[in-house]
């Protein structure tokens, strides 16, 4: 059949507009990050094709799949959409191996194609803290090493004391013998110290391929320390017939033994008033005799430590001291004040009495030499002292 020269003109401006059409296309793709053993999904996409085949191919160049047809024999890949306009296909497992540039093609006159890298993360192992020992003696050097191992890209290690962040310490990167992935460490260098003993040391590990959720290693310090020794009196100012407690506070690691008290150097001089029980010396009926240095002393298997309480018992000032008269027209009320100075640990103290006197009223009083003199001769020549005297005590 013979077309007529207008149709046959028709005919390949038909073939020519389908053939510009599937040209003009380019298959779309995007780049898959997936972590090691999960799923990764590629996809291609063609806004407008007229039936021209797409096809998946992996690093190596094999075909995966031609269209819904399936390529390479390997168990984890698998279709998930085929059409004009997408061709999907899913590889589960994934491994490092897996890693690459991946090609969908797209089988037009010539064959346009569009390129997606798979990125597979290497996810770390569980880190490890090495150079633990316990327990440790205060002052001895510990140096902790945490250890993490098939990371990629190489992982992050952070410190912790408790919950503070320790800045200080060394980082070394290795690549592993794959080649692929990386291991590696951080040390941790400091001096033990008694405030350390059970505080929580952690290693966190952290990875893009962990999903914000950090891998911890944990050590829990145990620091033994020789005794810390305090004596706490329960009379801050003991005085004659007074009792007093002294406790002897003691802290260490292990736990101190029974604390030992002596009196200057020597075995407490009165068991009967010097009673200790456990930690507590508890002195009855106070006395210038008690008087001296008190040391309480602990220890446990790492060594031992003592403190000392210097014991001054003061006096009880009660006497009574000699009136004064100060001559008056009434009966007035007379306040002697005399001021005691005491040792260096005892202050001054101000005693004031009061006395029986008679006032210038009082016969006999004005010709008297003194005070005394005029009080004994009223008493003895008046009938009326009475009614002048006044008592105070």
Known sequence: MRLKPGALLRFYSLCGILIQGSQGQFPLTQNVTVVEGGT???????????????????????????????????????????????????????????????????????????????????????????????????????????????????????????????????????????????????????????????????CRVDHESLNSTPQIAMQVLEIHYTPLVKIISSNSWPEEGQSIILTCESKGKPVPEPVLWTKDGGELPDPERMVVNGRVLSISFLNKTDNGTYRCEAKNPIGRNSTEYVLIVHDVFNTLLPTTVIPSLTTATVTTTVALTASTTTSATAISTRGTYLTNEAKGAEDAPDADTAIINAEGSQVNAEEKKEYFI
């Open 40 to 202: 990764a999904n590629l996809t291609c996409r063609v806004d407008q094709n007229d039936n021209t085949s797409l096809q998946w191919s992996n690093p190596a160049q094999q075909t995966l799949y031609f269209d819904d047809k399936k390529a390479l024999r390997d168990n984890r890949i698998e279709l998930v959409r085929a059409s004009w306009h997408e061709l999907s296909i899913s590889v589960s497992d994934v491994s490092l191996s897996d890693e690459g540039q991946y090609t969908c093609s797209l089988f037009t006159m010539p064959v346009k194609t569009s390129k997606a890298f798979l990125t597979v993360l290497g996810v770390p192992e569980k880190p490890q803290i090495t150079g633990f020992t316990s327990p440790v003696m205060e002052g001895e050097r510990m140096q902790l090493t945490c250890k993490t191992s098939g990371s990629k890209p190489a992982a992050d290690i952070r410190w912790f004391k408790n919950d503070k962040e320790v800045k200080d310490v060394k980082y070394l990167k290795e690549e592993d013998a794959n080649r692929k992935t990386f291991t590696v460490s951080s040390t941790m260098d400091f001096l033990a110290d008694r405030n350390d003993d059970g505080a929580v040391i952690s």
